[in-house]
């Protein structure tokens, strides 16, 4: 499977943007999707998730109640639409999928998310 971050920008605080994780090839199996950032010096973490069956969601308790994660598997497509942006959700977003559970991700190549004071 290959997958391919858009939408990312700069933006200021207290603005939204919506990012895409377009995906191809052998998407059959995919069993979760999600997001992950990373900002300059720190770890990548988790942001939100979504199951392909039943489309479960996690979120970082950092993002609750101000990003969204979804799906259209039609699409094959997933979204994250970002609200209230704050200065500490900069970084780089990266779409990961995986095909069995705790088993490894394919990850796109990141876009950048820049939110300004």
């Known amino acids: 499977v290959q997958l391919v971050e858009s939408g990312g920008g700069l933006v200021q605080a207290g603005g939204s943007l919506r990012l895409s994780c377009a995906a191809s090839g052998s998407t059959f199996g995919i069993v979760i999707m999600g997001w992950y950032r990373q900002a300059p010096g720190s770890q990548r973490e988790l942001v939100a998730s979504?199951?392909?069956?039943?489309?479960?969601?996690n979120y970082a308790d950092s993002v609750k109640g101000r990003f969204t994660i979804s799906r259209d598997s039609a699409r094959k497509t997933m979204y994250l639409q970002m609200n209230s942006l704050k200065p500490e959700d900069t970084g780089v977003y990266y779409c990961?999928?995986?095909?069995?559970?705790?088993?490894?991700?394919?990850w796109g190549q990141g876009t950048q998310v820049t939110v300004s004071s």
């Open positions: 990961s999928a995986r095909k069995t559970w705790g088993g490894p991700s394919t």
């Open positions: 979504i199951t392909s069956r039943g489309g479960v969601t």
